[in-house]
């Protein structure tokens, strides 16, 4: 599950498809098993030292089935939350084979419109473990390898329900970030092919989608930003136990916490494949808050061109020509909160109060209609209208929000106070 560019819009659009965590088909394989004679096995990619083992004290069943996390990636939104993927050892004689419900196809008919509506198939793929443990080792990422403890019954049932899934009438499922992506899918069949055995220790603390979001994003500012522009309340509301398990490192741990009903931990051992938790540890430094210093800055040019106007009692070319450029970026970004709202299938983008502020109405004042006094009142009640939804429906925003607010404020007030001087003006000039 691997949720740049130019930051400023990338990161937006990559967030619109409920931050849809696209995963790049080189790093998690392709729809058939890859050619590994290029490869070294896993073994020869890393020996492990038994001090890198946690075994429980139950000794278990050497089960051939584990689960793979990789640690969450850089530079690129589609490693941000990590990956899942489960490894089936022994398939045929000495073959490890990896099932991988994070493929898809840049070859799918209306790749870009379905990825833009939420409706982009994923695959199940599988591919030999030596590609995809070199890919990682590449690109510096840790890998955690989790074997289960199970019965003979309950890894035959596991291998089958893989198997029914890589049927190619099942294979493909319609992707949705947070409720059917290549974690749960996993999460479903693990606690399938427990067969009710599976016991998921409660955990008393819960967050909600967007503070688990957060978690992964704030080494990017602008990500983060993009994120909380683009979806909307209902990632607000508190993920329970099961719905948080759609990042791997959320699976990861609560199966490590997991028993079956005799008490017996779910996880036999859990190995550290590949250690680059140092650099990982550089990379999750929380980055500058720069959106909010840029916008702050901003803020204070639109102060002091809101003093200047009123100093002067008008309006120069050069601030109408910023005006301008401000109502059509505000305005195309609204057409695009409404684009997802009510076109698309995200679940994320329904419900985002952030139109109240950034409104399709600014693409009106970008010509003469500036000084339309019902225009301007419009723009006032919608964001007084915005505050309150926002305060109704538990939505969270992002802090450079505000310096945008407020000079769209400072605009709209200007407007209204330049259009009531005139008004004045030309009264006074009737009745001389």
């Given at each position: 599950?691997?949720?740049?560019?130019?930051?400023?819009?990338?990161?937006?659009?990559?967030?619109?498809?409920?931050?849809?965590?696209?995963?790049?088909?080189?790093?998690?394989?392709?729809?058939?098993?890859?050619?590994?004679?290029?490869?070294?096995?896993?073994?020869?990619?890393?020996?492990?030292?038994?001090?890198?083992?946690?075994?429980?004290?139950?000794?278990?069943?050497?089960?051939?089935?584990t689960l793979l996390t990789a640690a969450p990636g850089q530079g690129d939104v589609a490693s941000v939350f990590g990956h899942s993927a489960l490894r089936v050892k022994g398939v045929r004689g000495s073959e490890d084979i990896?099932?991988?419900?994070?493929?898809?196809?840049?070859?799918?008919?209306?790749?870009?419109?379905?990825?833009?509506?939420?409706?982009?198939?994923?695959s199940l793929s599988k591919q030999r473990y030596g590609p995809f443990l070199n890919a990682y080792h590449a690109e510096q990422r840790s890998i955690t390898e989790q074997t289960l403890h199970l019965?003979?019954?309950?890894?035959?049932?596991?291998?089958?329900?893989?198997?029914?899934?890589?049927?190619?009438?099942?294979?493909?499922?319609?992707?949705?970030?947070?409720?059917?992506?290549?974690?749960?899918r996993l999460r479903d069949i693990i606690t399938e092919g427990y067969q009710g055995e599976l016991v998921w220790a409660q955990s008393p603390q819960r967050y909600t989608f967007r503070d688990l979001l957060h978690q992964y994003t704030a080494s990017d500012a602008w990500l983060?930003?993009?994120?909380?522009?683009?979806?909307?309340?209902?990632?607000?509301?508190?993920?329970?136990?099961?719905?948080?398990?759609?990042?791997?490192?959320?699976?990861?741990?609560?199966?490590?916490?997991?028993?079956?009903?005799?008490g017996n931990a779910i996880v036999a051992s859990e190995y550290l494949v590949l250690d680059f938790r140092e650099l990982e540890h550089q990379r999750k430094q929380k980055e500058t808050n720069w959106p909010f210093y840029l916008f702050g800055l901003l803020l204070i040019i639109e102060v002091l061109i809101f003093?200047?106007?009123?100093?002067?009692?008008?309006?120069?070319?050069?601030?109408?020509?910023?005006?301008?450029?401000?109502?059509?970026?505000?305005g195309i970004g609204g057409v695009v909160l409404a684009i997802m709202w009510g076109l698309t299938d995200h679940y994320t983008t329904k419900g985002n109060w952030n139109i109240m502020w950034l409104s399709p109405l600014y693409l009106?004042?970008?010509?003469?209609?500036?000084?339309?006094?019902?225009?301007?009142?419009?723009?006032?009640?919608?964001?007084?209208?915005?505050?309150?939804?926002?305060?109704?429906?538990?939505?969270?925003?992002?802090?450079?929000?505000?310096?945008?607010?407020?000079?769209v404020l400072l605009k709209t007030i200007r407007n209204l106070l330049l259009q009531s001087r005139q008004h004045t003006y030309n009264t006074e000039k009737r009745e001389v």
């Open positions: 599950m691997r949720l740049g560019y130019c930051k400023y819009i990338l990161c937006v659009l990559i967030g619109l498809s409920s931050l849809v965590g696209l995963e790049p088909n080189a790093l998690l394989g392709q729809s058939q098993v890859a050619d590994t004679s290029q490869y070294q096995t896993a073994n020869q990619t890393q020996d492990l030292d038994d001090s890198q083992a946690k075994v429980l004290n139950k000794p278990p069943k050497e089960s051939r089935i990896l099932y991988n419900f994070g493929t898809y196809s840049w070859d799918q008919p209306n790749f870009l419109l379905n990825f833009l509506r939420g409706r982009l198939l994923y019965t003979q019954e309950q890894e035959d049932a596991i291998i089958s329900a893989l198997a029914k899934s890589y049927r190619a009438e099942n294979r493909d499922y319609l992707y949705e970030f947070f409720f059917d992506n290549c974690t749960t983060t930003f993009g994120i909380d522009l683009i979806v909307g309340s209902r990632t607000d509301r508190f993920a329970t136990m099961q719905e948080e398990m759609f990042l791997p490192d959320y699976l990861m741990s609560h199966l490590n916490d997991a028993t079956d009903r005799q003093a200047r106007v009123m100093r002067n009692h008008r309006v120069s070319r050069s601030v109408v020509w910023w005006d301008r450029l401000w109502y059509l970026i505000l009106c004042l970008v010509g003469k209609r500036r000084e339309s006094r019902l225009l301007n009142s419009l723009i006032i009640v919608s964001l007084a209208l915005g505050a309150l939804l926002y305060l109704w429906s538990g939505q969270s925003g992002h802090l450079a929000f505000l310096p945008i607010i407020g000079l």
